[in-house]
């Protein structure tokens, strides 16, 4: 074990905050719903750049999940604390990414995230299973924001979602 530096401290306070989404992965019901609900604002700031924008942002949020949820759970001993919900915040902004510009889309979107990291379908569950660390809390969510998104390209293209 190393010791508790100045900077190691730093990093792990960086990393807990980021991880839990500036607080809303202490909400102590749905504690997932309320990060997605979290990403709101962030979305809501991404979108004028238009789908590639919003697609940008889960990316980078992508990233830094993997740190900061990795050095999160190292820190509280757990494989995939409940508290951390960084990983539900890229999974809706990819799925937002795919969902026409408004208030439909983006309950339409936010609730079939929520629906799909619920269910976890095939491959988000062996992810989360399988995969150590940040990677295995990070990219069930991605996995499970693909289905997300391939439900909304698909009923976009059957014009159910314009």
Partial sequence: MRSSTGKTVLLDGVAYVL?????????????????????LPLYLLLRRWGPAGVALGA???????????????RRLDQKDPQIICIDEVAGVLFTWAAVPNGTVGTIVGFVLFRITDQIKPWPARAAERDLPGGFGIMLDDVCAAAWSVAIVLLARWL???S
């Fill in 59 to 73: 990316l980078v949020v992508m990233a830094v999940g993997l740190w900061s949820s990795h050095r999160t759970s």
């Fill in 159 to 161: 014009g159910f979602l």
């Fill in 19 to 39: 991880s839990i989404w500036f607080g809303c992965g202490l909400v102590p019901i749905a504690p997932g719903t309320a990060g997605s609900l979290g990403a």
